[in-house]
């Protein structure tokens, strides 16, 4: 079946470094790839996504591309701030299986310092 | 607010009692999901509606468990009776009407489900 696997958390990072979030993942057909964002206290927020090889999703100041032949699509920020500190998850959709749910990965949580 | 919106935001209750969620999708949108949410881990899909058709079950979704969505507008989650495993935040998300691209999944705040 469809998995998303995502690196540990928490990433802890100090004002203006350097973001990347690794996910990598496993499908039968050819998915459409996601990231969704979740701020404490509120609901799942999408953040950008891909539909095909090398698509890049971009949305305030976050990008990721999808990548078929490593099948990734790390989330990467140049400089973060301390308010982007939440809850990421990678997640897929998998149409060709005829499936419309979402498959996620555990999620990432990033604490920004400032 | 024309958002997704799920009540009640918190419900206790002691096992072996029957709950029930409401979901309240995004009015122009057709396409309704619940999801459940473990401490620590992703959502992961439990039931999915096209209009007050229900076209997708998950495996997780246990005999427990009934949704319904009537009139293709507003749906029900019910758990009967409830187990502590059953503790997790149940999320809805809605989608809008079309073919082939997955349309971006608009999800609740949830409703978070304690059983002691």
């Known amino acids: 079946g469809d998995s998303v696997t995502q690196m540990e958390g928490p990433v802890t990072l100090s004002e203006e470094a350097f973001l990347t979030i690794n996910c990598t993942y496993t499908?039968?057909?050819?998915?459409?790839l996601f990231w969704y964002v979740q701020y404490p206290g509120e609901g799942l927020q999408l953040l950008l996504k891909a539909t095909k090889a090398d698509d890049k999703g971009s949305n305030k100041g976050f990008e990721a591309t999808y990548r078929k032949e490593t099948t990734s699509f790390h989330l990467e920020k140049g400089s973060v701030q301390v308010s982007d500190s939440a809850v990421y998850f990678c997640a897929l959709s998998d149409l060709d299986t005829g499936r419309r749910a979402l498959t996620f990965g555990s999620g990432t949580r990033l604490q920004v310092q400032p | 607010d024309t958002g997704v919106s799920q009540n009640p935001r918190h419900k206790i209750t002691k096992r072996g009692q029957n709950v029930t969620f409401r979901c309240d999708p995004i009015?122009?949108?057709?396409?309704l999901y619940w999801y459940r949410q473990t401490l620590g881990q992703g959502p992961e899909f439990l039931t999915y509606f096209q209009n007050e058709a229900q076209l997708e079950k998950s495996r997780l979704l246990s005999d427990r468990f009934s949704a319904e969505r009537p009139k293709g507008s507003f749906s029900t989650l019910e758990i009967q009776r409830t187990e502590q495993g059953d503790s997790a935040m149940y999320l809805c998300?809605?989608?809008?009407?079309?073919?082939?691209?997955?349309?971006?999944?608009?999800f609740g705040p949830g409703t978070r489900l304690t059983v002691t």
């Open positions: 009015s122009e949108h057709n396409r």
């Open positions: 499908a039968t057909g050819y998915p459409s």
């Open positions: 998300a809605s989608s809008p009407p079309g073919t082939g691209q997955p349309y971006e999944q608009y």
